[in-house]
């Protein structure tokens, strides 16, 4: 099990803009997902992200960071196959240079 520090940390903008263009069907990826994943996914919704505002060239609502990257226009089927890839990949053995 990876620590807090170490998880993936994805967060889900629920500004009023975000919300009305689906944000909260992206929450629902969240409570849908497997258990195991919690233990390299760090999910959480946030108040508002202010990329409509600050960020223009971010892309369009609703917004979604990974690790601090920003997405756009982020669906439930979207996300919900980038935490698959994003769990796959943290679980996967990393490739050891000096074995044989």
Request: hydrophobic share 40%; net charge negative; proline share 7%.
């Amino acid at each position: 099990m990876m620590t807090e520090s170490k998880k993936i940390k994805i967060r889900v903008c629920q500004g009023t803009a975000c919300f009305v263009m689906g944000a909260s069907e992206l929450l629902e990826a969240f409570e849908d997902m497997p258990k195991e994943w919690n233990d390299v996914l760090d999910v959480a919704p946030v108040p508002c992200l202010n990329f409509c505002n600050e960020r223009a060239e971010v892309g369009s609502m609703p917004y979604v960071t990974i690790d601090g990257v920003p997405y756009s226009s982020m669906t439930s089927v979207k996300l919900r196959a980038m935490m698959k890839r994003l769990v796959e990949t943290a679980k996967s053995p990393v490739d050891n240079p000096n074995s044989n």
